[in-house]
C-alpha cells in the first residue's frame, strides 16, 4: 500500500494572509485524517510564511496517523524533531530563501553531514527520509547516511509528464529499484497531482508514500477537501 500524506503548508498559507486563524491548521490536519489522509506532512520554513514552528508543536499534539515534518537540518529543525519525536523526518536541503524545494540532496558531497543527522534524528525514534534525485550515484551514499527512507523529488517527472509519460517516469523506476534493491523504502513528493499520480503509482507500485500538498489544495476548491481526499486515495489503489 502506498500511503497518502497530505501536506498543509498551503492551508497555513491561507491562514497568513489575514493574521488570524482562518482556517485553522489542526482543525483541517484532523479533518484530512478524518477523510481518509494517512499521514500529514508540513515543512516549515526560518521565515514561518506558512506553517509556523508553533503549529508542529500544536499539531503533535492531536495527528493520530503518521507525522511527517519536512526541512533542511538547522539547528531549529533539530530542535523542533527532538521535541517533537515525530513518526517521519524528511532532510531537504533548501537554502533558507528556496520559494520551494527545488533539488534533492548530494549525498556524496553532504555524506558525512547527513549521516550525523540522521544517527542523531533516529536516536529520537524518528524515522528519516532524505529528498534525492532520481540519479543512480546518490543512491549507495545516501545508504551510507544510514537513512530508512528517500524521498524521490517528482517536479522533474511531473514537468515531462505532459509531454512524454513514459520518459517521464522511466528514471524514477530505475532509482527506485535501485533504492529497494540497497533495502532503504521509497517515498515520492513535490508537484505530484491528479493527472500524474495514478501513472507514477502504476510504474513504481512498490512507493511507501507520497506527500502532496499543493494541488491537492487546489482541487480542494473545486471538489471539497473530503472528495479531493478520497481521489486522491483512489488513484494509489492498484
Ligand atoms: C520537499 C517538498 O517537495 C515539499 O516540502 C515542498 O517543498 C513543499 O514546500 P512548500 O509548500 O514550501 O513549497
Ligand atoms: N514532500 C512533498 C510535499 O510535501 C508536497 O509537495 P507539493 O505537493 O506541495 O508540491
Not at 12 to 22: D, E, L, Q, V
Not at 88 to 93: F, G, K, S, Y
Request: proline residues 5%; contains cysteine; glycine residues 6%.
Amino acid at each position: 500500500m502506498t500511503k497518502l500524506s497530505v501536506n498543509i503548508n498551503k492551508i497555513a498559507t491561507i491562514r497568513n494572509a489575514r493574521g488570524a486563524n482562518n482556517p485553522n491548521v489542526v482543525q483541517v490536519a484532523l479533518d484530512a485524517e478524518r477523510f481518509g489522509a494517512q499521514g500529514i506532512t508540513v515543512h516549515p520554513r526560518p521565515d514561518e510564511r506558512h506553517i509556523r514552528y508553533q503549529d508542529v508543536l500544536d499539531l503533535s499534539e492531536v495527528v493520530t496517523t503518521e507525522f511527517n515534518i519536512e526541512g533542511y537540518p538547522d539547528t531549529r529543525f533539530m530542535e523542533l524533531i527532538k521535541r517533537v519525536k515525530p513518526a517521519q523526518a524528511t532532510l531537504v536541503p533548501d537554502p533558507p530563501t528556496a520559494i520551494t524545494s527545488n533539488a534533492g540532496w548530494d549525498t556524496i558531497t553532504h555524506q558525512s553531514f547527513l549521516k550525523d543527522v540522521v544517527a542523531e534524528l533516529q536516536g529520537y525514534g524518528t524515522r528519516v527520509s532524505i529528498f534525492i534525485d532520481p540519479e543512480e550515484k546518490y543512491f549507495e551514499p545516501a545508504k551510507t547516511t544510514g537513512t530508512d527512507r528517500v524521498e524521490l523529488y517528482t517536479e522533474p517527472y511531473a514537468v515531462q509528464f505532459t509531454k512524454n509519460k513514459q520518459e517521464a517516469v522511466n528514471p524514477y523506476v530505475k532509482a527506485a529499484e535501485l533504492a529497494r534493491s540497497l533495502g532503504l523504502g521509497i517515498n515520492a513528493g513535490h508537484d505530484l497531482d491528479l493527472h500524474n499520480l495514478k501513472f507514477l503509482k502504476e510504474n513504481i507500485p512498490f512507493l511507501d508514500e507520497v506527500s502532496i500538498g499543493h494541488a491537492l489544495v487546489c482541487d480542494a476548491l473545486y471538489y471539497g477537501l473530503e472528495n479531493t481526499i478520497q481521489m486522491y486515495r483512489r488513484q494509489l489503489e492498484i
